[in-house]
C-alpha cells in the first residue's frame, strides 16, 4: 500500500504576521522540490493569512486544535468550521501539550475528531506514551489505549492520520531508537485495523525532536509515513530539509 509521505510543521504559539507569512511563502517556495505533502499548522490567529500566502502552492494549511461544537457560548475556542473557512484542510488533535495543558481526554479527542470529519477538514491524531510509562513497559499498552478512545467510528485514511509523539521526545532532543519506533509505529497499525477498514492507507506520522540530521532514519522505518515537525518547522531551510529527507 503506497502512501505518501505527509511532513506537517506544528508551529504550536510561535509566529506573528510577518514573519509567519514569511515563514509560510519560505516553506512554499521550495514545495516543489520534494516529493512529499507539506503542512503546516500556525496559530490561529495566522491561519488565514498563511492560508492566503500558501494558495495556489502545494502547501497546505492545519489548525492545531478544535472545539466539538460548530459554533457557540464557547469563549476563546475555534471550531472546526472556522478552521475550514480560514483556509484549513486538516487540524492536529489531542497533542500532548494539549493533553496536559488543558486537560484533554480520550472522549474530547474523539469528539473534536468527529468535529474535524463534520467540517471536511483531516484529523492528525496525536498519541504518545509518557517516560514513566514508557519505563514501566507500557508503551505499547498506552499507545493501544489512546487509540481506541481517540479514533471515532468511520475512519478512513482520506481523514485521518496519526502521530506518534512520545511525550518524552517533544522538544526535548531526545528521539527513541529506530527499533522503538518501529515497535510503535507496527502496534498503531495493528491496533487500526482492528477499528477501522483500510488501516494499512492510513499515515502515520513520528514526532518528536525530529530534525534534518535524523529525519533520514526516522523516515525511512516501514510504518513511519511522515514527521509533525515542532522546533525545526520554524526554520523553512530545516523544514524542507526534513522533507527532502523523506
Ligand atoms: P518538536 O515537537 O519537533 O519540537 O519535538 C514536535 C511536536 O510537538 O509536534
Known amino acids: 500500500m503506497a502512501r505518501r509521505t505527509l511532513i506537517a510543521g506544528n508551529w504550536k504559539m510561535n509566529g506573528l504576521g510577518a514573519d509567519g507569512v514569511a ?4 516553506v512554499a517556495a521550495g514545495a516543489s522540490k520534494v516529493a512529499a505533502e507539506l503542512l503546516v499548522c500556525p496559530p490561529a490567529t495566522l491561519l488565514a493569512r498563511v492560508a492566503a500566502a500558501l494558495a495556489g502552492s502545494a502547501v497546505a494549511a492545519g489548525g492545531q486544535d478544535c472545539h466539538g461544537k460548530a459554533s457557540g457560548a464557547h469563549t476563546g475556542d475555534v471550531s472546526a468550521e472556522m478552521l475550514a473557512d480560514a483556509g484549513a484542510s486538516y487540524v492536529i488533535l489531542g497533542h500532548s501539550e494539549r493533553r496536559t495543558d ?9 469528539a473534536k475528531a468527529e468535529a474535524a470529519w463534520r467540517a471536511g477538514l483531516a484529523a492528525i491524531v496525536c ?3 509518557t517516560l514513566a510509562e514508557r519505563e514501566a513497559g507500557r508503551t505499547l499498552g498506552v499507545l493501544e489505549t489512546q487509540l481506541k478512545g481517540s479514533v471515532p ?14 511525550v518524552w521526545a517533544i522538544g526535548t532532543g531526545k528521539t527513541p531508537t529506530t527499533a522503538e519506533v518501529d515497535a510503535a509505529h507496527r502496534h498503531i497499525r495493528s491496533v487500526l485495523g482492528g477499528l477501522m477498514s483500510g488501516a494499512d492507507a492510513v499515515r502515520i506520522l513520528y514526532g518528536g525532536s525530529m530534525k534534518p540530521s535524523n529525519a533520514g532514519e526516522l523516515l525511512a522505518i516501514a510504518d513511519v509515513d511522515g514527521g509533525l515537525i ?8 530545516d523544514f524542507l530539509a526534513i522533507a527532502a529527507a523523506a
Open 23 to 26: 515563514l509560510a511563502r519560505d
Open 102 to 110: 488543558h486537560g484533554e481526554s480520550d472522549a474530547m479527542v474523539r
Open 230 to 237: 515542532g522546533g525545526a518547522s520554524l526554520k523553512a531551510a
Open 127 to 129: 498519541i504518545g506514551e
Open 153 to 166: 467510528a468511520g475512519a478512513s485514511a482520506a481523514r485521518l492520520v496519526i502521530a506518534y509523539e512520545p
